[in-house]
């Protein structure tokens, strides 16, 4: 399995294009730019999807479903939407085809053509906030805390799997309030939400912060975020949370009775993380030996493999297989006994490895002497022979035990790896030597943060929340400023 | 709530639509045909998923995503697919938009036209054995038990909600297998399951049956289906298995090693369910006092309302009530307590019964001192007052009852109209008397079947699995015919 496959420091782009394909996450497909997402990534992302959900409902809110279409028009009508999402997508301009006249194939029929072309949706809050004008009319209707999970299309020219996708999965919620506090408040819970998600599921600490009015989402007057970094010193935008304030209320007329009998503009917020998260999974934990998934998340978090060499000892280890599987599946532990009779013990240990399985259990005709088993972790591949007695105890201890230590580690590496400069020289050579989060000093201005885009590839990942102040100088301009930004090249 | 609100024998057609809209189930959007499915309506449909998933892993399946777009010239690859899918559904044949050059809005960019047209899915099979060909080499790599959860587009004339949109969510499953015989099984097999969680969990009765040759999904050798009947004597199809023989196999070039090391093509089937499943419910239960929902399925099944007169009796029933809900909860009862101030108890007895909550609390002053609550149930509308101690084994008991209460009445309705007609006659006048399921017999042409349809819009609904073996007369053509079969007009 490792044997074409590519380390870190070798290729990192490669080496990240390995682990997806070869661990069976996901492939490209015959479209340009869309993926197969195959049954043991997905199963990753219900996974993901499922404690969302349950962290969304937690929150107050319900999930719907809005139209894949949005007619093209909608977007017109937010002045800064329209230039961030109606460029490169999909549209939809006939509804029929017919047979070729020359007999060979399908072609589209002319006579179908739409009135007005439809756009596959890049993000839904037109589509959302048209339909919200029918359901708002007093505060007594409001707030409307609804969630969608969907696929979305953003014609993307340079793809890659997981990471930037022209088809995405995703989930968007889309709340409306009676007050900019209220609306405010929502924004920040849901970052909440997503950084809980990130440290605590997925195992990837995130620093919270604001946009920039620069990367700021269109038409958000303040855009949340969680930044991660990965393993190669590029930040990653793992979840945003927007407050729109009365935006979209306004392009769409969507106005509510207040307590106070007055007719006011709706507020709003809008959330989303996608499969996105999937690369981060990924370029966070994985090493050398391939993937390596947080217990929490593992479809499988232990694989059970039977060594033997005799027919009599194979039937031996894996009734003791069977019956260990039964003992974890009992106390809630996702299991599976790897029994195929077509590969060697060698071949499994590999491809469970590299699939990033937490816990491997290897199980021969010794260990059924003496009562023991052979516990390997996927996160520090030390091996380590247990009794058998207590085993569900001893694998659900550890099991949390991998899950905090590949936190740990990750935050290891962020501090490592995070700088606090002062001089543009400086916050160069950080970057050419090998990536990080840097904080450094800016002094507010979209054209500042252009000119260090340009010249040196580093945006402004986020404003962090509740800085500590501090005088100081724009590394770039040198003009003053009261405290530092975090400065990093991106996914 | 039900003032403005028709009756099944007033206009049936409007009773269905108005119980959709004024149950808060879906309604239409902005885009013509397309949905959108409201939180109350998704939260109905959320079950139907997680059950089926349930039932879709018990029986080895996982998921997997495929791409939204199929190249146009993949549906030509299987002849008979083309004529039944790649007609009347959305083509995307641009990736970019530009501002208007007139200033006013955004125009389709002329110079990004794809070089071949992506149609939005209308069904997977072309793009996923377009993939499996990656997948399978061997007979080790069979079989592949695949299912999806995905949004589908075709192009319908005539829409209504949940029954025929444009745009609709469903699960596609598409299973590779080395042989004949395991294709079929699997078909069989998934066949039962839709089966099982219509009659468990739908509450809806079901014929199963094959399709004839006419009604086949495009490509298929066999379509198994499950038939439905509606409350106005129309046939509802609540689910279709398709066994498609090596057709796919053939068409995307498809083959595996054998264990015998021959090269042969891969057997295939796929099955489906759609939010028509949405359609199906609401008809076959619903009043005219409106919604009925299975307790399996209802989001809510139990509602307390609280009725007081002081603020003193508010807050002392309001407490009761919390107490009860927690009680209720606590037993994996899905409650919920309306302790709105804006409405009156009975406007919230009428929404909640219009809503088909299954179960509504009443519980007032008096009720407290008595230890005492009223339940009211939805199927029957009838009440009861009942003492306050053993409360939730009470209402687990009779959630049960409603649930299978609900199946008697809808087999009990399409007993009294299923009927079996020798002449042609017979079979018209029970059609237009009121329809219902008819068993007649057929000559097995496709001739007779199209006449048949066309003179009285009755269509073969199915050929029963096992029919009893019955020498007759075609009631058409008078030629002769060994069993009958189902004819129906239908959704």
């Keep these: 399995m490792s044997k074409d496959f590519s380390t870190r420091e070798e290729n990192y782009s490669k080496w990240y294009n390995d682990i997806v394909l070869k661990a069976d996450l996901a492939e490209n497909s015959a479209v340009r730019g869309c993926m197969v997402i195959k049954p043991y990534g997905y199963s990753i992302w219900e996974k993901m999807q499922q404690q969302l959900d349950i962290m969304f409902k937690e929150t107050g809110h319900e999930n719907a479903y809005f139209p894949l279409f949005i007619p093209k028009s909608f977007f017109s009508k937010e002045a800064s939407h329209v230039e961030g999402f109606a460029k490169e997508c999909a549209v939809v301009t006939h509804y029929r085809l017919k047979n070729s006249p020359d007999g060979k194939g399908i072609i589209v029929d002319e006579d179908a053509k739409l009135e007005e072309e439809l756009i596959v949706r890049p993000t839904s809050e037109t589509i959302i906030w048209n339909t919200y004008k029918g359901w708002i009319q007093s505060y007594r209707d409001l707030p409307i805390l609804v969630n969608q999970w969907a696929n979305v299309v953003r014609w993307e020219m340079r ?263 002062d001089t543009y020289e400086d916050f160069k050579r950080i970057l050419n030597e090998g990536g990080g989060f840097v904080y450094a000093h800016w002094d507010g201005t979209a054209e500042t943060e252009e000119r260090i885009k340009e010249e040196t590839k580093a945006t402004i990942r986020c404003i962090p929340l509740a800085p500590t102040l501090e005088e100081g100088k724009c590394i770039f301009s040198g003009k003053p400023s009261a405290h530092r930004v975090l400065f990093a090249r991106a996914y």
Tied chains: 1, 2.
């Excluded at 990130?198 to 620069?214: Q, T």
């Excluded at 991660?228 to 392009?251: I, P, R, W």
């Excluded at 007329?253 to 499969?275: P, R």
Aim: glycine share 6%; charged share 30%.
């Design 159 to 421: 793809t890659r799997l997981f990471l930037r996708t022209a088809e995405f999965l995703w989930q968007e919620g889309h709340t409306a309030h009676a007050t900019e506090q209220e609306a405010i408040n929502e924004t920040e819970k849901m970052l909440e939400v997503y950084a809980e998600f990130a440290e605590e599921w997925l195992a990837i600490p995130v620093i919270k912060g604001v946009k920039s009015p620069n990367e700021r989402f269109a038409g958000a007057l303040e855009t949340y975020c969680i930044e991660a970094l990965m393993q190669d010193g590029k930040a990653l935008q793992a979840g945003t949370s927007h407050f729109l304030g009365q935006n979209f209320a306004k392009a769409f007329d969507v106005k509510f009775l207040s307590k106070e009998n007055k007719l006011e503009y709706v507020w709003a917020t809008s959330w989303g993380v996608s499969t996105r998260l999937m690369g981060a999974l990924v370029m966070s934990h994985s090493d050398d030996k391939g993937l390596i998934i947080p217990p929490k998340l593992a479809p499988i978090q232990v694989v059970i493999v039977p060594i033997y060499k005799t027919d009599e000892e194979c039937e031996k280890v894996c009734a003791k297989g069977r019956e260990l599987k039964s003992i974890l599946s009992g106390s809630g532990i996702r299991v599976k006994l790897d029994d195929r009779t077509t590969h060697k013990p060698g071949y499994k240990f590999a491809d469970w490895e590299f699939k990033g399985v937490p816990i491997r259990i290897g199980l021969g005709p010794k260990d059924l002497a003496n009562q023991t088993l052979e516990l390997a972790r996927r996160d520090t591949l030390e091996k380590d022979i247990v009794p058998e007695s207590g085993i569900a105890e001893r694998i659900s201890a550890l099991l949390k035990e991998i899950q905090s230590n590949l936190f740990d580690k990750a935050l290891k590496f962020r501090e490592k790896n995070t700088f606090s400069v």
